[in-house]
């Protein structure tokens, strides 16, 4: 293994660091926020020097996503993790559903596979959250809940399309009543369409910033 340099070490120790506290990569503008760095063409310089010397590698057929392949500073092979790069789509009303709104993509997450329970052929997605009505599962406003496309089963947690307005609340179906949201905050009532209800994704991990 070839020796790295001083700030190579660092942002190696920064990845792994964030990546053992929250199952997660900092993003590439996120490294360049902490570093100081002036632009993301020198963290991809970095990034690609540590590829170079055998201490991260690229996921396959992901150009901008890496793993780290040996430990810090030790030249000790570690378990290179399954990572998926996955698009943050804007934010979703976890309180009184609101209007859609279209923000784009504002970011992106690498996650571990098998930790963030998704997979790689499902278009996994990220929303951040706004609100305060899903707290008693777990869910706080500013947390970024990781969501698959797929049909939902009775209690799963949702992103949800209802009457032109979105929200994330639990997905309620009992037989002989037709499904309605529900949230996990005695404070905000169920939600029973009057339209239209669809869900868009079906909640698999949430990551928070400590």
């Not at 506290?21 to 100081?36: K, L, M, N, T």
């Not at 996921?59 to 570690?78: E, I, S």
């Not at 996955?86 to 571990?112: K, M």
């Not at 970024?144 to 949800?160: H, R, S, T």
Request: charged share 25%.
């Amino acid at each position: 293994m070839k020796k790295l340099t001083t700030r190579q070490h660092e942002i190696l120790g920064f990845i792994q660091q964030q990546f053992r506290e929250q199952s997660y990569w900092p993003s590439i503008r996120e490294i360049q926020e902490h570093f100081g760095f002036k632009s993301t063409n020198a963290v991809m310089g970095h990034l690609r020097a540590l590829e170079r010397k055998g201490y991260i590698s690229r996921a396959p057929g992901q150009a901008r996503t890496f793993r780290v392949t040996y430990d810090d500073g030790t030249n000790k092979p570690v378990f290179a993790k399954d990572v998926v790069d996955i698009p943050i789509f804007g934010t979703i009303a976890a309180g009184y559903p609101e209007g859609v709104e279209s923000a784009g993509e504002i970011g992106r997450l690498q996650l571990d596979i098998s930790t963030a329970g998704v997979r790689r052929n499902k278009r996994a997605f990220a929303l951040k959250v706004r609100g305060e009505s899903m707290i008693d599962a777990g869910i706080f406003d500013g947390d970024v809940v990781v969501l698959e496309p797929g049909l939902p089963k009775d209690g799963d947690i949702v992103a949800a399309l209802i009457d032109n307005e979105t929200t994330l609340k639990r997905f309620v179906q009992s037989t002989g009543r037709a499904p309605y949201l529900k949230a996990e905050n005695v404070d905000y009532p169920e939600l029973h369409p009057v339209a239209e209800l669809v869900i868009q994704g079906i909640a698999k991990a949430v990551v928070r910033s400590l």
